[in-house]
């Protein structure tokens, strides 16, 4: 049965109901909160959907190069592992 936990973000109460761990979902409210607390700070802005937004684009931005950095690195481990793989039976072939 999913739990319903309060949590503060900007300044205002939500009730999340989620099938989580409580403590995931308040380290993700505390992110949220944080961002758009930077976002009001950095671009002077008081509107809470105008800061929700540009938060949701911040937020979304890191997700994006996160994934391509972990894409990448997957490729990268993926090559070496063909290479280790060709080695290796190219050194079995040779004895």
Same mark, same amino acid.
């Given at each position: ?33 944080? @961002?758009? =607390? ?10 809470? $959907?105008? +800061?929700?937004? !540009? ?9 994006? @190069?996160? =994934? ?10 993926? $090559?070496? +592992?063909?290479? !280790? ?9 040779? @004895?």
């Amino acid at each position: 049965m999913a739990d319903t936990i309060r949590v503060e973000i900007f300044g205002t109460e939500y009730p999340i109901k989620g099938d989580v761990d409580s403590d995931y979902i308040e380290k993700v409210a505390r992110h949220v909160d944080k @961002k758009m =607390r930077e976002v009001a700070e950095e671009h002077s802005l008081v509107s809470p $959907s105008k +800061v929700a937004i !540009l938060a949701a684009m911040y937020i979304t931005d890191e997700l994006f @190069k996160e =994934r391509d950095e972990g894409r990448k690195l997957t490729a990268q481990i993926e $090559s070496r +592992v063909e290479k !280790l793989n060709r080695r290796l039976e190219e050194g079995l072939r040779g @004895k």
